[in-house]
Nanobody, 130 residues
Framework: QVQLVESGGGLAQPGGSLRLSCVVPRYTLNYYSIGWFRQAPGKEREEVSCISSSDGTTNYTDSVKGRFTISRDKEKNTVLLQMNSLIPEDTGTYYC???????????????????????WGQGTQVTVSS
């Protein structure tokens, strides 16, 4: 099982920014696409962004397009999620997940029971509030 570790959550004001980090084991980014998911209280965990293992191409859910940017650094074994222009609806626990697919666009965004997600991180809390 792939061990993922998130960090970087916290409290931000509306319009502010946060950057989340997901550290993965060495070589993981060669074999797994990595998704960022968020879960608001009482709601299911939704995929907000994905970066492909094969070529680094990216996908975003409509609600974060133009505001969030996913990227990866293979040398540092890290996937980042830069979140700008935050709104209260972005509040939730953010998880990174290792997705067993080479190209994110081959499959729809992962939903329960997340059939292609092989591992999850422990989650990091993001709260957007004034």
């Amino acid at each position: 099982q792939v061990q993922l570790v998130e960090s970087g959550g916290g409290l931000a004001q509306p319009g502010g920014s946060l950057r989340l980090s997901c550290v993965v084991p060495r070589y993981t980014l060669n074999y797994y696409s990595i998704g960022w998911f968020r879960q608001a209280p009482g709601k299911e965990r939704e995929e907000v962004s994905c970066i492909s293992s094969s070529d680094g191409t990216t996908n975003y859910t409509d609600s974060v397009k133009g505001r969030f940017t996913i990227s990866r650094d293979k040398e540092k074994n890290t996937v980042l999620l830069q979140m700008n222009s935050l709104i209260p609806e972005d509040t939730g626990t953010y998880y990174c997940g290792a997705i067993f697919i080479d190209l994110c666009e081959k499959v729809p965004p992962q939903r329960p029971p997340y059939p292609l997600v092989r591992s999850w991180g422990q989650g990091t809390q993001v709260t957007v509030s004034s």
